[in-house]
């Protein structure tokens, strides 16, 4: 019984991802078609959909079962559609795959560095699993959502009963990973030391890996391929990320200890998932797919924390600005700032509830 509990919960957070990742991949270049690319996008089109799924549920008070089973027969019906689309990229996958190994012996001996140093990484934050004092409220929120079939009506301290607690009613991290738990019969704790501190910590590589590979593209007018020094680039993030443990509140420590949690989130994937986004978005082309991303991470932000209310209407203003000015298109920053429309939608709901 317990290998197909760990089966089931395995596929929720490594296939499935990757399989939903399949739509908005589809509708990118063919450069951003990579495995690693779909599995970013994969999980945030999972964020996006648990949130506008769970918010109306949980102001409105309904139990746990019911969002359980809107939330898995919509996402059963949006991994339908995106094995459909993913006909459309397993060709991109089979070329992208063979270009990386007739790369040179020196850009293939950095992969395998950079690889190693986030391997070591994985097995540190497997091991040797960090406690933190949050876990006192996510941890037991997820365990009092599963076992009283109820969504922020506990105290996560004492289990009593008490008004909705709006202030984290609108980012369901605890929430979604309750549903992990219901599906597959394994302890909330255990999912967020065992599982999400390892798989978030590879989605966030990923995003960064997607970072280096837009800030390092493959260059045809010159002799120097950039894109050999993308090992490069993931090997100084990784040890960045190694020895950023300077005090409790860096992004680093948060990614390294506390992944799971919602702040975590926000600082490891999410905002660099931004950057990357305003990178793509500042192009002079942007494809449908990179649109889609760049919403559901903008979705995504409200998700993982009730911060980002006011720190994701900021950062896409001014970036909004920014990419206008170089762009000369007063169009393109309203096009930028008006994806907020939802977080902002988001941000009066809170008002009114609180």
Not at 115 to 143: K, P
């Amino acid at each position: 019984m317990e290998i197909i509990q760990w089966c089931i919960l395995l596929t929720l957070v490594l296939p499935v991802p990757f399989f939903l990742g399949m739509i908005p991949v589809k509708y990118m270049s063919g450069l951003q078609r990579t495995p690693a690319m779909t599995y970013v996008c994969g999980w945030f089109v999972s964020f996006f959909l648990f949130e506008l799924t769970a918010v109306p549920f949980i102001l409105l008070e309904k139990s746990f079962t019911s969002l359980v089973i809107t939330y898995t027969s919509l996402i059963g019906v949006v991994l339908l559609c995106s094995v459909w689309a993913s006909r459309h990229v397993w060709a991109d996958f089979a070329r992208n795959i063979r270009e990386s190994f007739s790369q040179p012996l020196p850009v293939k001996l950095g992969w395998l560095l950079a690889y190693f140093l986030i391997g070591v990484q994985l097995y540190m934050a497997l091991f040797y699993e960090y406690y933190d004092g949050d876990d006192a409220y996510y941890i037991a929120t997820s365990v009092l959502t599963d076992k009283f079939d109820t969504m922020y009506l506990r105290d996560a301290y004492t289990g009593y009963l008490y008004p909705l607690d709006a202030r984290h009613a609108l980012s369901p991290t605890p929430v979604y990973q309750a549903w992990l738990s219901r599906l597959s019969g394994i302890h909330p704790a255990v999912i967020s030391h065992s599982v999400l501190s390892v798989v978030w910590l590879v989605f966030l590589y990923c995003i960064y890996g997607q970072i280096g590979n837009r800030l390092l593209p493959i260059t045809k007018k010159t002799g120097r391929a950039k894109s050999n020094f993308r090992p490069v680039f993931l090997i100084f993030t990784a040890v960045w990320f190694a020895f950023g443990n300077i005090s409790l509140y860096t992004s680093e420590t948060f990614a390294m200890t506390r992944t799971w949690q919602g702040k975590g989130m926000m600082a490891g994937m999410v905002l660099p998932a931004l950057v990357l986004c305003m990178i793509y978005l500042a192009q002079d082309k942007v494809s449908p797919g990179a649109w889609m991303l760049y919403e559901c991470v903008l979705v995504s932000a409200v998700f993982s924390t009730s911060v980002s209310f006011m720190l994701v209407p900021t950062v896409v203003g001014v970036a909004s600005v920014l990419i206008g000015i170089k762009k000369k298109s007063v169009r393109a920053a309203v096009n930028i700032f008006a994806c907020c429309v939802p977080c902002l939608l988001l941000a009066v709901c809170y008002l009114v509830v609180k």
